[in-house]
């Protein structure tokens, strides 16, 4: 089935088999491997993007499903080579080890930034309950997203990824 | 992973998409996915083909007046942002918000929940508290159904094969009420090992006029604690009353055991739950 996906500002149409998951597209076809398939049930959040401004698992939703949708990865998330706020916070605070967890995290991360500039920690560790990190045991993580909320409320204009910002226009940082 | 092949289509209307069940007898609905994909995944359901409703705008879609109306494919996200119904009625944030986790909740629908009727999902037994009417269209128009008809068994209801459901409507709750769920959630799934939702209204003297209480993750469906409801009404809704009625909800109910819960725990879980969510229906109905 052809599907018309834009993916970190670029529009592209492809032919896909409707059983193809959103994650092999990202990776297989676009060669986007920054989204990880880590549990591939539904469980770890490792895959997790952003489809149309909300942050999905996309191990488990179909490609076809995007069809016309926005579709933003790991890699859309810095702009013009500049660091996202969410990036810099895990550089910064050692948000991670081993980095298998990271490209979903910082999508599940940017969303919650995204929901509520400032967040307590507590609203940072439930909001992160679909993302599991064998690795730091969270503390890092939590740290890392606050400091992304203190950089972001610091300096809010001109940090929307620029996939974003080219998309449907749903988010803001 | 990756499921068996299937057709697919993404129909614009209602009636497009009943006709395609129609046409295709091993058709299923993809409403929000988390449910279907996850079991088309490990092959354990194999459609050949998958109807997806997530293009029909209709069916998403929140309107609240006398009565809180659902559109089938409005995501939990989308309840959960609704400060008008999640101020009414508090069950739905105490019930979604625990379900699966932020991910799950922003592609979940409540349409889906009730239609795949999970023994262990956490709505089956929210809405039978809250007595919802759902709304179901097929071949032979549209039709409304009591959800104490809609659940049959386990993953089973009252829709046909070629029916969709469209839309749920929730009686808001008149005068002194208060409605309140509480789960024992899987500590690996987060599923209910054993949820309940309780309703409590009360007359101008304090008594409970009404009350119901519906029960998840206990049988093979989520099922009414019809004993304790009896046990409650007309009663004050003291601590010790609600402990008492609490004691009955486990009577008369299906009650499965498996590896992690035996079935005599399961029933304890229940009073137990029972009884705090009482508690809290009763603090909220002031
Ligand atoms: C990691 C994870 C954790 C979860 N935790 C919980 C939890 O704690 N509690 C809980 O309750 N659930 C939980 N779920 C399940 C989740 O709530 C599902 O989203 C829900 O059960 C199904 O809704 P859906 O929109 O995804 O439906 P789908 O998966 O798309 O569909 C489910 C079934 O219903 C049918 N269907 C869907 N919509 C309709 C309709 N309008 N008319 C007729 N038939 C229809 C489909 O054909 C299919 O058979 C979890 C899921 C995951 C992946
Ligand atoms: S790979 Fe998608 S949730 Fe784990
Ligand atoms: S850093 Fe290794 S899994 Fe999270």
């Given at each position: 089935?052809?599907?018309?996906?834009?993916v970190n500002g670029k529009t592209s149409t492809h032919n896909v088999p409707p059983r193809m998951l959103l994650v092999?597209?990202?990776?297989?076809?676009?060669?986007?491997?920054?989204?990880?398939?880590?549990?591939?049930?539904?469980?770890?959040?490792?895959?997790?993007?952003?489809?149309?401004?909300?942050?999905?698992?996309?191990?488990?939703?179909?490609?076809?499903?995007?069809?016309?949708?926005?579709?933003?990865?790991?890699?859309?998330?810095?702009?013009?080579?500049?660091?996202?706020?969410?990036?810099?916070?895990?550089?910064?605070?050692?948000?991670?080890?081993?980095?298998?967890?990271?490209?979903?995290?910082?999508?599940?991360?940017?969303?919650?930034?995204?929901?509520?500039?400032?967040?307590?920690?507590?609203?940072?560790?439930?909001?992160?309950?679909?993302?599991?990190?064998?690795?730091?045991?969270?503390?890092?993580?939590?740290?890392?997203?606050?400091?992304?909320?203190?950089?972001m409320k610091a300096a809010p204009a001109g940090q929307t990824p620029t996939a974003?910002?080219?998309?449907?226009?749903?988010?803001?940082? | 992973?990756?499921?068996?092949?299937?057709?697919?289509?993404?129909?614009?209307?209602?009636?497009?998409?009943?006709?395609?069940?129609?046409?295709?007898?091993?058709?299923?609905?993809?409403?929000?996915?988390?449910?279907?994909?996850?079991?088309?995944?490990?092959?354990?359901?194999?459609?050949?083909?998958?109807?997806?409703?997530?293009?029909?705008?209709?069916?998403?879609?929140?309107?609240?007046?006398?009565?809180?109306?659902?559109?089938?494919?409005?995501?939990?996200?989308?309840?959960?942002?609704?400060?008008?119904?999640?101020?009414?009625?508090?069950?739905?944030?105490?019930?979604?918000?625990?379900?699966?986790?932020?991910?799950?909740?922003?592609?979940?629908?409540?349409?889906?929940?009730?239609?795949?009727?999970?023994?262990?999902?956490?709505?089956?037994?929210?809405?039978?508290?809250?007595?919802?009417?759902?709304?179901?269209?097929?071949?032979?128009?549209?039709?409304?159904?009591?959800?104490?008809?809609?659940?049959?068994?386990?993953?089973?209801?009252?829709?046909?094969?070629?029916?969709?459901?469209?839309?749920?409507?929730?009686?808001?709750?008149?005068?002194?009420?208060?409605?309140?769920?509480?789960?024992?959630?899987?500590?690996?799934?987060?599923?209910?090992?054993?949820?309940?939702?309780?309703?409590?209204?009360?007359?101008?003297?304090?008594?409970?006029?009404?009350?119901?209480?519906?029960?998840?993750?206990?049988?093979?469906?989520?099922?009414?604690?019809?004993?304790?409801?009896?046990?409650?009404?007309?009663?004050?809704?003291?601590?010790?009353?609600?402990?008492?009625?609490?004691?009955?909800?486990?009577?008369?109910?299906?009650?499965?055991?498996?590896?992690?819960?035996?079935?005599?725990?399961?029933?304890?879980?229940?009073?137990?739950?029972?009884?705090?969510?009482?508690?809290?229906?009763?603090?909220?109905?002031?």
């Amino acid at each position: 089935m052809e599907i018309t996906v834009t993916v970190n500002g670029k529009t592209s149409t492809h032919n896909v088999p409707p059983r193809m998951l959103l994650v092999h597209y990202l990776r297989e076809v676009l060669g986007l491997t920054g989204t990880h398939v880590g549990c591939d049930t539904s469980q770890c959040g490792a895959c997790v993007v952003l489809k149309d401004g909300i942050s999905v698992k996309s191990c488990t939703v179909l490609a076809v499903q995007c069809d016309g949708a926005n579709i933003v990865t790991v890699e859309g998330l810095a702009v013009n080579g500049n660091l996202h706020p969410v990036q810099e916070g895990f550089w910064e605070e050692h948000g991670l080890q081993c980095g298998f967890c990271t490209p979903g995290v910082m999508m599940a991360a940017y969303q919650i930034l995204q929901d509520n500039p400032n967040p307590s920690e507590e609203e940072i560790r439930a909001g992160l309950e679909g993302s599991l990190c064998r690795c730091t045991g969270y503390h890092n993580i939590v740290r890392a997203v606050k400091y992304a909320a203190e950089k972001m409320k610091a300096a809010p204009a001109g940090q929307t990824p620029t996939a974003v910002a080219a998309g449907s226009g749903e988010a803001v940082p | 992973m990756f499921p068996a092949e299937f057709d697919y289509t993404a129909p614009a209307t209602i009636d497009e998409a009943i006709r395609l069940l129609q046409q295709r007898d091993d058709a299923k609905i993809l409403a929000g996915g988390h449910s279907l994909l996850p079991a088309m995944k490990l092959r354990l359901m194999t459609p050949a083909m998958l109807v997806d409703i997530g293009k029909i705008p209709e069916l998403r879609g929140i309107e609240i007046d006398g009565s809180l109306r659902l559109g089938a494919m409005t995501t939990y996200r989308m309840v959960l942002d609704s400060q008008a119904a999640c101020s009414r009625l508090p069950i739905l944030v105490d019930s979604i918000s625990k379900i699966g986790d932020k991910q799950v909740r922003n592609m979940g629908t409540v349409g889906g929940s009730l239609a795949h009727a999970d023994p262990a999902a956490d709505l089956t037994a929210v809405m039978l508290a809250l007595d919802a009417r759902l709304t179901a269209r097929g071949p032979n128009g549209e039709r409304t159904i009591a959800i104490d008809d809609f659940f049959v068994d386990m993953l089973m209801t009252a829709l046909d094969p070629a029916e969709l459901l469209t839309r749920i409507e929730i009686p808001l709750p008149q005068g002194r009420a208060g409605t309140a769920y509480a789960k024992f959630a899987h500590p690996a799934s987060g599923y209910a090992v054993v949820g309940v939702a309780a309703l409590l209204s009360l007359a101008t003297d304090g008594t409970v006029q009404d009350c119901r209480i519906g029960v998840t993750g206990a049988g093979p469906k989520a099922q009414r604690a019809r004993a304790a409801e009896d046990a409650l009404r007309g009663q004050q809704p003291t601590a010790d009353r609600l402990a008492d009625a609490a004691q009955q909800a486990a009577d008369g109910l299906d009650i499965l055991g498996d590896i992690f819960a035996s079935a005599d725990y399961r029933a304890n879980l229940v009073r137990v739950y029972t009884r705090r969510a009482l508690e809290q229906a009763a603090a909220r109905a002031g």
